[in-house]
Structures are given as C-alpha cells and as structure tokens.
C-alpha cells in the first residue's frame, strides 16, 4: 500500500507539470531571453537601442593646392557633423602633395592631416584617407567646394538603409563637354552593372567602412576611382542608393583632365566589368562575331556555293570568345567569396 503511493504521483503536482509540458518548459529549465532580431525590412543591419544604424563616423577629404576652399568647407562641414549628433566622428584630410598652405588650414580647421610627401593622385589620396579610417562609415568629399556639406544630412538618412550612398549632379557640375561625357559613362555602367546608374563619376558618398576597406585594393589611383567603387558594390551585390543634391561651382582650376581621364574612365568600366559581369562584355561580342560569320556563310553560298575558311573562323572566334566568358563568370563568382562577407551591419 505504502508502495503504491509512492509511485502514483499527486494530482496537483500532475496537473503543474503538464502546464510546463504543454508550454515547451521543465522545473527549474526555464530558457533565457535571446538577443532581439533586426527588425524586419532592415537588410545586413542591427538596430541598436536608438534605432540608429550610422553611428560612429570618419569624413575623407582629399585636397590638392586647396588653401582658398579648404577653411570654408571645414567651417560648413564642422557644423553639420555637430548638429548630425553622432556618437563619434573625425574628419581626415589627405594632403597629396600640396605645395601651399592646404595642410597648414586643415590642422588650424581642427582635422587630422595625413600628408603625401608628393602627389600619388586624387584616388590614392582616398584610398589613403579609407585605411585611415576608424569610423564604422565613410564619407568622401573633394576638398574643392562643390559639394555642399548641407546634403550630407540626406545623405545619411538613405544611409540607414542602404550600404552606400552617392550624392547624384543629376548631369551637371561641369563643363557641356564634361557632362556630355559623364552621361555617356553612366549609360555604359548602367548596362554592365544592370542598373540605372545616374551618376556614376561623383565622389561625393556615404559607404560602409568594411565594405569600402575590402574593396580598397581595386581602386585606382587617378579620378575615376569613383567608377570603380560604384561598379564593383553594384555588381557585388551590395545596396547603393543615389541621392540628387546641387553642386556648388569651384574655385581655382580642376585637375581633371577631359581626354586621358576619360579615356581611364572607360577602361575601368571594361575592367570592372571583365572581373564582375564577364558575359556582359564577352557574351555580346561571341553574339556579334557569330552573327557576321553567318551573314558571310550565306553570303559565300549564294555567290560561290561553298562554305569558306573565313566562315569557320568566325565561327570558331564566337565560341572561344563565349567559352572565356562562361570560365571568366566562374572566377567572378569565386572573387565574390572574399568580397560579399556580412559583418553585420
């Protein structure tokens, strides 16, 4: 008797452990709260207790003989960062080469000057400026006045949900020359990246420090390093948002040089493009010549009857040429490895 009632259980204490049971719990296992889950809709991104995703910020100025721009800029950029009310932030200014007082206003203006003992060019100067870097963001900004520090606070609204965010002339900002080519070079990017591109030359953005530091490396060292950063987290995958401000007029002489920076400009379009969408660049050719070879094997039936060498060369061109672009696409998707890691943010 006695031993019955010790294996038959009360009915209270019955009835309380069916309630854990049912609820997924056991006595004295309850499970500890886990960390909270980025709101949804917020992609590669953690919200943090203020909601805020740009917190701690580093401002890349490169700046070349810009002593009648630089202290008006500094002012204009100072009060923005402090109304902006960021947890950290720091503005670098990259001297490549001044030979006036650029470097000397700069650290009267309060920014930490990193100097090139010559100039090594405007896109080493911002590679330069993005090692430097401490802030989870970047922003890069010419040290020539046209880019007003007021349109960084749009800026860094779209950057809350985007990965990087270029402030867009919307085709203007220059000579009728420069514009036109300018056009022309967004056009071309749209088509390899597969995106509208309205302004693909501006060096006027907002980008993830992480993201800009691993793509560091295939940034030249001239003007259009600006193409390069946009083609390649475009074609990486990564969100770019472009964001429509006024630019404001220079003063002092552009270092840009229409024709040989232009020329550059095209070639790293076709370098960008070669190393994240090959099949844009080899798939039309293979197309093209396949096409011409055909036209002239009709062509050579209708007027000799027989099927010519040139024919076959063109034929056996087309599938070479689409036979590298599916083993270039290949290597692509390998490189991507190494650029597209989530860290988070």
């Not at 006595?27 to 590669?44: F, N």
């Not at 920014?111 to 430097?132: D, Q, T, Y």
């Not at 520090?149 to 402030?167: I, S």
């Not at 591109?197 to 259009?224: C, E, H, M, Q």
Request: hydrophobic residues 45%; proline residues 5%.
């Amino acid at each position: 008797m006695s031993a019955d009632l010790h294996l038959r259980p009360v009915a209270p204490q019955r009835e309380s452990l069916c309630a854990l049971m049912a609820v997924g719990e056991r006595p004295g296992l309850r499970p500890e709260p886990g960390p909270k889950r980025p709101a949804a809709g917020v992609v590669g991104a953690v919200v943090t207790p203020t909601g805020r995703r740009v917190k701690r910020l580093s401002v890349v100025v490169p700046a070349r003989n810009e002593a009648s721009n630089l202290a008006g800029l500094l002012a204009e950029l100072a009060q923005v960062l402090e109304q902006a009310a960021l947890e950290f932030h720091e503005v670098i200014v990259v001297d490549d080469g001044s030979t006036d007082a650029t470097p000397a206003i700069a650290m009267e203006c309060g920014a930490r000057v990193v100097r090139h003992a010559e100039s090594l060019g405007n896109g080493a100067a911002v590679k330069r400026g993005i090692r430097e870097a401490v802030g989870d963001w970047i922003v890069l900004l010419d040290g020539d006045g046209q880019h007003p520090p007021a349109a960084l606070r749009g800026l860094l609204e779209l950057a809350e949900r985007h990965d990087m965010v270029v402030g867009s002339r919307g085709g203007r900002g220059g000579s009728r020359h420069r514009n036109l080519a300018n056009r022309i070079y967004s056009r071309f990017a749209s088509y390899v990246s597969g995106r509208r591109i309205p302004d693909l030359t501006s060096g006027y953005r907002v980008v993830r420090a992480d993201v800009a530091k691993d793509l560091v490396w295939l940034l030249p060292n001239t003007f259009s390093y600006p193409t390069t950063i946009t083609m390649s987290m475009l074609r990486g995958g990564w969100s770019v948002a472009f964001a429509p401000f006024q630019v404001r007029e220079r003063r002092g002489k552009s270092h840009i040089r229409l024709f040989a920076d232009g020329s550059r400009f095209f070639l790293i379009i076709l370098r960008i493009a070669t190393m994240f969408a090959p099949l844009r660049v080899f798939l039309p050719a293979s197309l093209a010549l396949g096409a011409l070879g055909l036209a002239w094997y009709v062509y050579t039936l209708c007027t000799e009857g027989r099927f010519t060498n040139m024919a076959v060369l063109l034929f056996t061109q087309a599938g070479l040429l689409f036979a590298l672009g599916l083993i270039a696409e290949q290597i692509a998707a390998l490189r991507f490895q190494g650029l597209s890691r989530d860290h988070g943010r």
